[in-house]
């Protein structure tokens, strides 16, 4: 359920609902975000969906004997790393104590599955094939396609991301917000390379499921979202 206006426990003014196809920055986890947020107009203090109306406790069907808390910072003085994606924790945080396990809380709330009608992708805690883009296997959890011949880590979308946010950042107002998948395609080319037809449809439909899990990883899993990541990848 989603409120016009609400009171966090991590900020002494109100924040209000809006919805931005600029990325910004979570004060919350840290991480980056796009679309709809909750924001303090006064200080220019911006939360995720997922880190501005979280669960206190949730549960993960991957980690079945954990109870994982939200915490304002991650517990101890070590540095610890989301079990999803493998980034470095440094604010809002699922924690199972027994386990030791943490998740981003917009990891913690990635969708098992995505599907725009076309394109069904789902979400696995290992795989025993490489990611389309980095090559390598077993990162981070992955987004699989439905017929198999798609695989992307959260960990890879998650740096495209970073990367496209920061080259926006030094860009200033003249820079465009985007994630190409050079890499992804190349490898799909090569994989189909005695077939034009099969590399075209399969190029779509691996630009089709990065924009999906890219929206997922955002923190906002919705086609106005999609939509969003998908004209800024086409430019």
Same mark, same amino acid.
């Given at each position: 359920?989603?409120?016009?206006?609400?009171?966090?426990?991590?900020h002494?003014?109100?924040?209000?609902?809006?919805?931005?196809?600029?990325?910004?920055?979570?004060?919350?986890?840290?991480?980056?975000?796009?679309?709809?947020?909750?924001?303090?107009?006064?200080?220019?203090?911006?939360?995720?969906?997922?880190?501005?109306?979280?669960?206190?406790?949730?549960?993960?069907?991957?980690?079945?004997?954990?109870?994982?808390?939200?915490?304002?910072?991650?517990?101890?003085?070590?540095? @610890?790393?989301?079990?999803?994606?493998?980034?470095?924790? $440094?604010?809002?945080?699922?924690?199972?104590?027994?386990?030791?396990?943490?998740?981003?809380?917009?990891?913690?709330?990635l969708?098992?599955?995505?599907?725009?009608?076309?394109?069904?992708?789902?979400?696995? @805690?290992?795989?025993?094939?490489?990611?389309?883009?980095?090559?390598? $296997?077993? @990162?981070?959890?992955?987004? @699989?396609?439905?017929?198999?011949?798609?695989?992307?880590?959260?960990?890879?979308?998650?740096?495209?991301?970073?990367?496209?946010?920061?080259?926006?950042?030094?860009?200033?107002n003249?820079?465009?917000?985007? $994630?190409?998948?050079?890499?992804?395609?190349?490898?799909?080319?090569?994989?189909?390379?005695?077939?034009?037809?099969?590399?075209?449809?399969?190029?779509?439909?691996?630009?089709?499921?990065?924009?999906?899990?890219?929206?997922?990883?955002?923190?906002?899993?919705?086609?106005?979202?999609?939509?969003?990541?998908?004209?800024l990848?086409s430019?």
């Amino acid at each position: 359920m989603k409120y016009n206006e609400i009171s966090h426990f991590s900020h002494q003014h109100k924040l209000k609902f809006e919805h931005t196809k600029f990325p910004f920055k979570c004060d919350g986890c840290h991480e980056v975000g796009i679309g709809s947020l909750y924001k303090c107009t006064t200080c220019d203090y911006d939360l995720h969906l997922h880190c501005a109306l979280p669960a206190t406790t949730i549960s993960h069907p991957f980690y079945t004997k954990c109870s994982f808390q939200l915490l304002a910072r991650p517990p101890g003085s070590i540095q @610890r790393y989301c079990n999803a994606c493998g980034k470095d924790v $440094t604010g809002f945080v699922y924690h199972c104590k027994s386990c030791g396990f943490d998740l981003h809380p917009c990891c913690a709330k990635l969708p098992r599955m995505l599907d725009d009608g076309e394109v069904k992708l789902y979400l696995y @805690r290992k795989v025993s094939v490489p990611c389309h883009r980095c090559g390598r $296997t077993g @990162r981070s959890w992955s987004y @699989r396609s439905e017929c198999k011949k798609y695989n992307l880590d959260v960990a890879c979308v998650k740096d495209m991301l970073v990367e496209s946010w920061h080259d926006y950042l030094c860009g200033g107002n003249n820079k465009e917000f985007r $994630t190409t998948i050079p890499s992804l395609k190349g490898t799909l080319q090569t994989y189909h390379q005695k077939s034009k037809g099969k590399v075209q449809k399969c190029c779509e439909m691996a630009g089709l499921a990065l924009q999906f899990v890219a929206s997922a990883v955002l923190g906002d899993p919705t086609t106005m979202i999609a939509g969003i990541i998908g004209s800024l990848m086409s430019k």
